[in-house]
């Protein structure tokens, strides 16, 4: 009996032995691409809120009814377009009477001017009419500055947001809330921060010649506009490390509104010949970054300088040649000096002797 039972514990390793259980020695099936040269851009991301380049709260310079509105709220005017109108009749009457009350002084002083050689009045007399005739005069100047506020025209051309008070309504001149606000629309700005290490490869750039920024909306890469960089800053804010940068666009059409977020590429530079990799074969290591290179069906970890990284590719400063062959989706499993086998291998596998 016991060597019945030896006998079927031998036939079993056997039956192990020539089993289809893979064998440690095969190779491990990973993605791959080769280290290419390509044009890419030097660049800088951030995000933006979108601010009008002039904006304008409309205030009530006088008091009084507000007797007509002459546009729409979100319509976009002219300048000097009629915006409001407040009823003029008093302001008009406080015309004439300063009208009145200077022709009067003004006859005055004309008389006394005649009497002043004869002795008739003192000098200090003609003085005193001369000086009520200047106020006249002043006051009726001022009158007509008061008629003339109750005209109300657009300062600016531009977007009209909401109507704070309606016709017929009392307005005064130290109301608070601005009768409505007109925000130029086109050219406009885009403000974002950058960190202040940034800053001089900016200014590198910046002073070699313009620089190119392009904005698309959050979430999206639907470009919304480009223009040019036109400030930067003069001082960094102490409490976050970064610098306050402007961009001008166009904005025609009217794609981007005051106080929107958008994403911003700064575009310093276009770097051509650049070896670029996909940027998931980039590891990270305690020693930096490195890559896992395919070389004679060995993947061997090589480390890598990466300079930046550009929709999706990394580009190489210093670590591996172009035509090299990198694993571009690592598996758990992969280690160093592993057999792999590039799936989809090319006819030509690059060849490198190892060292």
Known sequence: MLLGLVGITVWRIRAVEHSGKPKTDTPLVVATAVIRLATVPVELRATGEVVSRHSVSVMPQVSGLLQSVGFHEGQMVSRNQLLFRIDPAPFQAALASARAAWSLDESIVRRDSALLPHGYISPEAYETAVATAQQAKAALRQARINLSYTTIRAPIAGLTGAISVRSGNLVSS????????????????????????????????????????????????????????????????????????????????????????????????????????????????????????????????????????????????????????????????????????????PPSTPKRRLT
Do not use: C
């Open 174 to 345: 130290s109301m608070t809330t601005p009768l409505v606000t007109i925000n130029q629309m086109a050219p406009i700005l885009v403000e974002f921060n950058l960190p202040q290490s940034d800053l001089d490869t900016v200014l590198h750039y910046h002073d070699r010649g313009p620089v190119g920024v392009e904005v698309s909306r959050e979430g999206g890469n639907h470009v919304l506009g480009t223009g040019p960089l036109v400030f930067i800053d003069n001082t960094v804010n102490s409490q976050t490390g970064t610098v306050l940068y402007r961009a001008r666009l166009a904005n025609r059409p009217l794609r981007l509104w005051p106080g929107q977020y958008v994403r911003v590429r700064v575009v310093l530079a276009i770097q051509k010949n650049a070896r670029v990799i996909p940027q998931t074969a980039v590891q990270d290591g305690q020693k930096g970054h490195f890559v896992y290179e395919v070389i004679n069906g060995v993947a061997r970890i090589v480390p890598v300088s990466v300079a930046r990284e550009v929709g999706g590719l990394a580009v190489i400063r210093t670590g591996l040649p172009v035509g090299a062959m990198v694993v571009t989706e690592v598996p758990e499993t992969l280690r160093n000096n592993m057999r792999v086998m590039p799936r989809n291998q």
